[in-house]
């Protein structure tokens, strides 16, 4: 096995995605959601990104999709940068074991959604964003800008009025938690700015750059600012590696072993501290709403290279 240091890493990746690629391209698109069942399921892209700034793509790697519920990690780490640790008084930092758009531990917890990355976590967080700023999707979007060097990332309106039109359940959670006092504001601008952090088109090569500031201790955005703190980075991966992968994140720490997080545009985004990043995308998702391929890709690269946090 070669060291890291000399490892041919565009070899290693398109040699996997010709592999996989030969392969049958099983399972789903999101069709649940209008917009997204319109995305050709064929599409495959795969970008590789050291902190050393080495960049390697495969495929489908600067074609644009919505990175769901990817964007979940983003805006924890924003409400994170402003509110500290308060906000664990209001959202936990535990496995679910549950659909990620359930009801019924809501219940039982009084709530407080088990994570972040669920859809009610994710909810609360958005709430405590349009409290604390502004201008929230404004805010939300410079943000992405800053730690991206990218100002071309925007929300997709198609995408948010799909959801819209579709999100009963959503709109059934938001109005579930108001009712344990858990959302400040009203729940139609919480759900507005939900879908619309949802939208959030980005490529392969976008998201693995967007999600360096998670890798690398020394990393400073455009404005040539820390993003978060080391401890606060940290925990952010934990619960990545935890919570990340809706009910099958056990089953991805276990195969791949990184922190990681999945998103039902078929979009993966996963990390290794101090080392990489890497973006995966293909839209056929298997029964835990994960992309199928994406997850074949990441367990094989772990396993080929050994570069695991394991």
């Known amino acids: 096995m070669d060291t890291e240091e000399n490892m041919d890493f565009k070899y290693i990746i398109e040699d996997i995605y010709k592999t996989i690629s030969s392969q049958e391209n099983s399972g789903q698109v999101a069709n649940y959601i209008p917009e997204l069942s319109l995305v050709d399921p064929s599409k495959f892209g795969v970008c590789l990104r050291t902190i050393e700034n080495q960049k390697y793509g495969v495929g489908d790697w600067e074609h644009k999709f919505s990175i769901q519920s990817i964007s ?24 679910s074991g549950n659909p990620f758009n359930s009801l019924i ?7 407080i959604p088990r994570n972040p990355f669920i859809n009610a976590g994710a909810m609360v967080i958005c709430d405590m964003l349009i409290s604390h700023c502004k201008n929230a999707k404004v805010e939300f979007l ?15 309106e198609a995408v948010v009025q799909s959801e819209l039109s579709v999100g009963y359940r959503n709109i059934a959670l938001c109005n579930f938690i108001k009712s344990f006092g858990n959302i400040d504001n009203d729940p139609s601008e919480v759900l507005d700015f939900y879908f619309h952090i949802c939208s959030i088109e980005m490529s392969c090569s976008e998201l693995s750059q967007c999600f360096l500031f998670l890798t690398d201790n020394n990393f400073k955005d455009s404005e040539n600012k820390k993003v978060l703190t080391t401890s606060q ?7 990545m590696l935890t919570c990340g992968f809706y009910d099958e994140s056990g089953e991805f720490s276990f195969k791949v072993g990184l922190p990681g997080k999945s998103g039902v545009g078929g979009g993966i985004i996963a990390l290794h501290p101090n080392k990489y990043t890497i973006a995966v995308w293909s839209p056929r ?6 992309s199928n391929r994406g997850m074949q890709f990441l367990e094989s690269f772990t396993t080929e290279t050994k570069l695991s946090i394991f």
């Open 72 to 95: 979940k990690v983003l805006s924890l780490s924003l409400a994170y940068k402003i509110l500290g640790d308060d906000i664990w008084d209001r959202v936990g930092v535990e496995p």
């Open 142 to 156: 410079e943000f992405i800008h800053r730690i991206s060097f990218n100002d071309q990332i925007n929300y997709s």
């Open 233 to 239: 980075a940290k925990r952010i991966n934990a619960i």
């Open 285 to 290: 998702l298997n029964e835990r709403f994960n």
């Open 105 to 111: 531990q809501l219940e039982t917890d009084n709530g």
